[in-house]
Nanobody, 128 residues
Framework: QLQLAESGGGLVQPGGSLTLSCAASDTSIYSGIGWFRQAPGKEREGVAC????????IYTDSVKGRFTISRDYAKKTVTLQMNSLKPEDTAVYYCAVRIGSLPTVCFTHQRSLDFGSWGQGTQVTVSS
């Protein structure tokens, strides 16, 4: 599969907002799509996932209430809106497509193994 493409990362102050965008393909846009992040010294962590029909969205506890995942089928993009950013949100953020069993759904436990067509990543730095 072709890689997804992330954009929108950058430097932001604590408490600020940032919006990341993931460009998908004509077909992958209808699969479940997830956002992951990896900070220095930490394993890659599932942040959010939106189902293929956009009927469900899940978030890891640390971002719930602050981050929102959404999809635009016409633009073939999935967006991660990040508000009230904290220094601990600093990481490289990746988007990827659900693969394997039930590829249109999101699981409560996001595993990298269940995703493919990873983007190149975009750096998010939250610092004063």
């Amino acid at each position: 599969q072709l890689q997804l493409a992330e954009s929108g990362g950058g430097l932001v102050q604590p408490g600020g907002s940032l919006t990341l965008s993931c460009a998908a393909s004509d077909t992958s846009i209808y699969s479940g799509i997830g956002w992951f992040r990896q900070a220095p010294g930490k394993e890659r962590e599932g942040v959010a996932c939106i189902s293929g029909s956009s009927s469900e969205a899940i978030y890891t506890d640390s971002v719930k209430g602050r981050f929102t995942i959404s999809r635009d089928y016409a633009k073939k993009t999935v967006t991660l809106q990040m508000n009230s950013l904290k220094p601990e949100d600093t990481a490289v953020y990746y988007c990827a497509v659900r693969i394997g069993s039930l590829p249109t759904v999101c699981f409560t436990h996001q595993r990298s193994l269940d995703f493919g067509s990873w983007g190149q990543g975009t750096q998010v730095t939250v610092s004063s």
